[in-house]
């Protein structure tokens, strides 16, 4: 798509999301995406040669190649969501050989799926895309329902198929989360002496989170120090979802109830209301965007390739690596599908879209 395209794409919220100039950080405080990321910060950590060629097999991977930025294909929904929830629109979809071709045909840099889609299909696909297995997952047919991430395999497991790189969920601030991080800092370990790289969903997960005036699951200073913690354990990439609001800190304390530290300048200085400063600072919190941000593909509504489009357009103006995109595009048609893959890299791919 030109930049024309992407404005009639998105309608009215093209001014506010093209034009916005952001105030809060001093931009050259930032690493944000190029072509020679791995060469600038990773090369530099302790990741292995091994590590280091995969995550230049997936960047280099796609119609993203070599642009610094990600187009991801996730599918574990089978499992968080359940299969009938995802896949009952388009039945084609419970064999996973047509998930992996749908990553192909989308022009994605890689897919990240369970254990048993990459399994089944890593002799025939694992040398022609890169495969990401996602190592954990939220059971939900126990009843009623909980929310825990547990694991489904182990790091070798995913060696062993040909995987590039492994994914894990930490439910950030739920009463299992200090077991989920010790789990899958041992995993990411494992997976960096094997040389795979690492990608954290970083979500947050607590009842109390909810308030009468807001949900804050998705606020820029909670989801911020989530992803902290997930640099904290070494994850290559955070993932995370786009930030709705701020103050989370601010309602959860209280002289009663003591939560958490924080501070002002998060709240009238570091960010704004508008999501391409909100997202920035969970970019802040990636070190700095040494660590790549990437966020879900949007909020489901009427129009989703519209609102896969802004939220591309959001990410990548704060400063963030890509979208990992995926019921927006399976519970489509396959033509429709690829569209919105390909149109959420098409903004990635157009110049005139910049750093805000």
Not at 27 to 55: C, G, M, V, Y
Not at 107 to 120: F, H, M, R
Not at 151 to 167: H, P, Q, R
């Amino acid at each position: 798509m030109t930049i024309q395209e992407i404005k009639n794409t998105i309608g009215f919220d093209s001014h506010n999301l093209l034009d916005f100039q952001s105030q809060t950080f001093d931009q050259n405080l930032f690493n944000f995406p190029s072509p020679s990321s791995i060469d600038e910060i990773f090369a530099k950590s302790n990741r292995n040669n091994r590590t280091l060629r995969n995550l230049a097999d997936m960047y280099n991977f796609g119609r993203l190649a070599n642009t610094g930025y990600l187009s991801i294909l996730p599918v574990d929904q089978g499992v968080e969501h359940s299969a009938g929830a995802s896949f009952a629109k388009n039945p084609a979809y419970f064999d996973p050989e047509n998930l992996v071709k749908l990553a192909l045909m989308g022009g994605c840099n890689a897919i990240a799926s369970t254990i048993g889609t990459l399994a089944l299909t890593s002799r025939t696909y694992a040398h022609k895309i890169p495969f990401i297995v996602k190592l954990n997952h939220n059971e939900f047919l126990t009843y009623p329902n909980k929310f825990d991430q547990v694991m489904f395999t182990e790091v070798e497991e995913a060696y062993n198929l040909g995987a590039v790189g492994v994914g894990a969920t930490v439910y950030f601030g739920s009463s299992e989360s200090s077991r989920q991080i010790e789990e899958v800092s041992a995993a990411f370990s494992r997976a960096h002496e094997l040389g795979m790289f690492t990608i954290l969903w970083c979500y947050l997960r607590n009842p109390e989170f909810k308030k009468a005036e807001a949900d804050y699951h998705n606020s820029a200073d909670l989801s911020g120090q989530a992803n902290y913690l997930g640099v904290t354990i070494q994850a290559d990439i955070i993932k995370q979802k786009l930030p709705k609001n701020n103050g989370g800190y601010k309602a959860l304390n209280s002289k009663e109830n003591p939560y958490g530290k924080t501070d002002e300048s998060i709240y009238d200085k570091l960010t704004t209301a508008h999501p391409i400063d909100l997202t920035r600072y969970q970019l802040a919190n990636c070190y700095m965007g040494k660590i790549p941000l990437i966020n879900s593909g949007g909020v489901d509504g009427d129009n989703d390739l519209k609102e896969a489009v802004k939220t591309a357009i959001i990410n990548k103006r704060a400063g963030g690596s890509g979208l990992i995109l995926g019921r927006k595009a399976f519970k489509k048609d396959l033509g429709e599908g690829i569209e919105i893959l390909k149109a959420v890299q098409d903004v990635y791919l157009c110049k005139e879209v910049k750093v805000a």
